[in-house]
């Protein structure tokens, strides 16, 4: 198990065994940040009965370690976040989690009570699974260290596969097992022998009318209040004992963070800080361009790579799946995301980013649409009106949102990577309606759907899809990627914003611009939202044809062995043809065809 997770933390592994009994066991791989001499890992308290393991970085952790020395405690490291674990587990048992500023995951191993508490972060940033054994239980950072666990893959149901089909991803508490539970962020498991105990401490939440936010007055100038709100975020997690660096795309979000960062620097007399972006030869996925043009109005030194059509996407995929993912997951912008941390770790082991602006300021073109339908009162005589033939795949998702009852499944129809039409074509004898794809809508819902669908995309697609692909391409390389805007305190505020803040008709992000217009050039928010997108469906017609074909012409492959041949090969000749655009229909299959290569689960009906 410490060997699957050595890639996340190459320096100092560290291994503790119960002197009592030498069945209970703690393993961790350390990348270190904070305390680099003094933050071996598993760190205990002075009598050694408590015993904690750690993934993450806990922002705030010299004022949480000056209010637990108040309260008696003595430290023996420097500045190490970890030990402010061990003793806040000490001072605030499973009211720990509430007190911590941060992105993390930790577990605590209490002898006194022979207790064991995992613990997530409010957002998801860093991930945690845990798996019953008859030992026990076993717990990681990765899916693949359980399945080590394990013996062998658990066997999996073609339930999930579907709902991987369908979303593209699992939320948690889902994963491809249903042996392995994802903890659900904001959320603490407490074990003993004898029980099992969720802990609910933070949910991203609707709050109608508030009067604070994060503790502070609720301010009549909101755009006054973001803008210092995130850059306190921001200073916050530059602390670091190592270089950093920041990823810009030249879009809004990540704009915004290097702004802010470039700003502090210059108000403490710092020196301009580097900015990496990505680009591409294919027209219409390059933004390194804009990516520049914000760098020089910054003041930032800026580098750039560019990834050419590659001969290695393959290996890299099954490297990933190996060691990082352990499950399928059909968001292929995570080839660019692993080639820009592995650029990056060249310049620094962090990295801050944007991460998290689109799900809480309303940057998706599906929260606009929800917004289109919800203005009808039939909406499905809209979808009758829509072009329903060689019409662009957006078109076609609004049409099948506009005739869909509920905003749940309206949402389904504008993300759904194979719609129920689609999986009856490979999945004949399977239908799986959307709402057994994700956990039941958060509590606290909004009064308007597209409120409700980015609270959706913060309790499930956020940690599910997006924060997952960030740390797992990141940790890959030994880098870790801290995101100012899921500070919980900016996402509270964001979820406390009236409707008229966060888009309108046309676009959204409405009070980024507002707020952070004027470090900006204007390009930044009046050009058209590009995704972190990596030209795979090109590369599927030209340098990717054959190892496409070859994966998913396998006679011992997963498409042959238990999905619709021929579905399949209508999918292949539509897209080669260009007839149709299948891109991440055939990007789920052939993820779900190195998933099963890699690790040959059983299947069951």
């Given at each position: 198990?410490?060997?699957?997770?050595?890639?996340?933390?190459?320096?100092?592994?560290?291994?503790?065994?119960?002197?009592?009994?030498?069945?209970?066991?703690?393993?961790?791989?350390?990348?270190?940040?904070i305390d680099r001499p003094g933050g071996l890992q598993p760190m205990a308290n002075e009598d050694q009965r408590v015993q904690v393991v750690f993934n993450g970085e806990i922002y705030n952790h010299q004022d949480l370690r000056d209010e637990l020395r108040a309260a008696g405690h003595s430290f023996r490291t420097d500045h190490s976040d970890t030990e402010v674990l061990v003793h806040g587990w000490?001072?605030?048992?499973?009211?720990?989690?509430?007190?911590?500023?941060?992105?993390?995951?930790?577990?605590?191993?209490?002898?006194?009570?022979?207790a064991l508490f995992l613990c997530r972060d409010r957002l998801g940033q860093k991930p945690l699974f845990f798996m019953p054994t008859h030992e026990g239980i076993a717990f990681a950072s990765t899916i693949n260290a359980l399945v080590i666990a394990h013996g062998e893959p658990p066997a999996v149901p073609m339930t999930r596969i579907a709902a991987y089909l369908t979303a593209g991803y699992f939320a948690p508490p889902h994963t491809i097992y249903p042996a392995i539970t994802a903890l659900t962020p904001g959320t603490g498991g407490f074990f003993t022998a004898d029980s099992q105990k969720q802990i609910t401490y933070w949910q991203p939440r609707a709050t109608a009318s508030p009067t604070t936010i994060g503790g502070a007055p609720f301010s009549p100038e909101p755009a006054e209040q973001l803008r210092t709100l995130l850059a306190a975020a921001v200073v916050s997690q530059l602390r670091a004992d190592v270089p950093l660096t920041c990823f810009l795309s030249g879009g809004v979000d990540s704009s915004i963070i290097a702004a802010l960062i470039q700003q502090h620097q210059r108000n403490i007399g710092g020196n301009a800080i580097t900015t990496l972006s990505v680009g591409f030869a294919e027209a219409g996925f390059d933004e390194s361009a804009h990516a520049?043009?914000?760098?020089?109005?910054?003041?930032s030194r800026h580098q750039e790579i560019h990834l050419p059509p590659r001969?290695?996407?393959?290996?890299?995929l099954d490297?990933?799946?190996?060691?990082?993912?352990?499950?399928?997951?059909?968001?292929?912008?995570?080839?660019?995301?692993?080639?820009?941390?592995?650029?990056a770790r060249g310049l620094a082991p962090v990295a801050l980013s944007g991460d998290?602006?689109?799900?809480?300021?309303?940057?998706?073109?599906?929260?606009?649409?929800?917004?289109?339908?919800?203005?009808?009162?039939?909406?499905?005589?809209?979808?009758?009106?829509?072009?329903?033939?060689?019409?662009?795949?957006?078109w076609r998702r609004l049409r099948r949102a506009c005739a869909a009852d509920g905003w749940m499944n309206q949402y389904a129809g504008l993300t759904d990577i194979f719609t129920p039409p689609d999986r009856k074509l490979i999945l004949p004898d399977i239908g799986l309606?959307?709402?057994?794809?994700?956990?039941?809508?958060?509590?606290?819902?909004?009064?308007?759907?597209?409120?409700?669908?980015?609270?959706?995309?913060?309790?499930?697609?956020?940690?599910?899809?997006v924060l997952w692909k960030v740390d797992g391409a990141s940790m890959a390389n030994a880098l870790e990627v801290r995101s100012p805007f899921l500070d919980h305190r900016v996402v509270e505020f964001a979820n406390a914003l009236p409707d008229s803040l966060i888009l309108n008709g046309r676009r959204g992000k409405l009070l980024l611009q507002k707020a952070f217009s004027p470090l900006l050039p204007r390009s930044v928010f009046t050009r058209k939202k590009h995704g972190f997108a990596v030209p795979v469906g090109q590369w599927f017609r030209g340098p990717l044809r054959e190892p496409l074909l070859d994966r998913l012409r396998d006679s011992a492959g997963f498409?042959?062995?238990?999905?619709?041949?021929?579905?399949?090969?209508?999918?292949?000749?539509?897209?080669?043809?260009?007839?149709?655009?299948?891109?991440?229909?055939?990007?789920?299959?052939?993820?779900?065809?190195?998933?099963?290569?890699?690790?040959?689960?059983?299947?069951?009906d």
């Open positions: 198990m410490l060997e699957a997770i050595a890639h996340r933390g190459p320096n100092a592994p560290g291994r503790w065994i119960d002197p009592r009994t030498h069945a209970s066991v703690l393993l961790h791989a350390r990348l270190p940040i000490e001072q605030w048992q499973t009211e720990l989690p509430a007190h911590l500023l941060g992105m993390f995951s930790f577990a605590v191993w209490d002898m006194r009570s022979n520049a043009t914000v760098a020089r109005h910054i003041g001969d290695d996407v393959m290996d890299t490297w990933l799946m190996r060691y990082v993912l352990g499950q399928p997951f059909a968001d292929s912008s995570l080839l660019p995301s692993y080639h820009l941390a592995n650029a998290g602006a689109d799900e809480c300021f309303g940057g998706y073109d599906r929260y606009r649409a929800m917004r289109f339908i919800t203005r009808w009162p039939r909406p499905a005589k809209v979808a009758a009106w829509l072009p329903t033939f060689n019409c662009a795949p957006r309606p959307f709402a057994d794809t994700t956990v039941p809508s958060p509590l606290g819902a909004a009064d308007s759907h597209w409120r409700n669908a980015m609270l959706l995309d913060q309790h499930c697609y956020l940690p599910g899809d498409c042959r062995l238990y999905l619709s041949s021929a579905g399949v090969e209508q999918l292949v000749h539509q897209h080669l043809s260009r007839e149709d655009d299948h891109t991440h229909r055939l990007f789920a299959l052939l993820m779900l065809e190195i998933w099963f290569h890699r690790f040959h689960p059983a299947i069951t």
